[in-house]
């Protein structure tokens, strides 16, 4: 990992503020933000369209997003909404 990564812990009951916080350090470009999904058992369609935004703001900013501990049904979501990749995705 880079040296300026921001790590985040994505709680399964506050997924959209962990989200918004990602979004707002990715704004500030450079670097790498990580988010720990270990938690998060699925994401709602408010999640997604976050997701979306995180991913965009990424590519214009030139920061990597990376996804740790994505389960299967939200790697599915993210799939069916041509959102995979845009991310990468960490043991």
């Keep these: 990992m880079p040296a300026n990564t921001v790590w985040l812990e994505v709680d399964r009951t506050r997924v959209t503020p962990t989200l918004q916080e990602a979004l707002e350090k990715v ?4 670097g790498e933000v ?23 703001t990424a590519d214009e ?22 959102l995979s990749g845009r991310f990468s995705f960490q043991n």
């Design 27 to 30: 704004d500030g470009g450079g």
């Design 34 to 56: 990580v988010l720990d999904f270990s938690s998060v058992e699925r994401v709602d369609a408010g999640a997604l369209k976050l997701m979306e935004k995180l991913a965009a």
């Design 61 to 82: 900013k030139a920061v990597k997003v990376g996804l740790h501990g994505v389960n299967v049904r939200t790697y599915k979501a993210l799939k069916l909404m041509k």
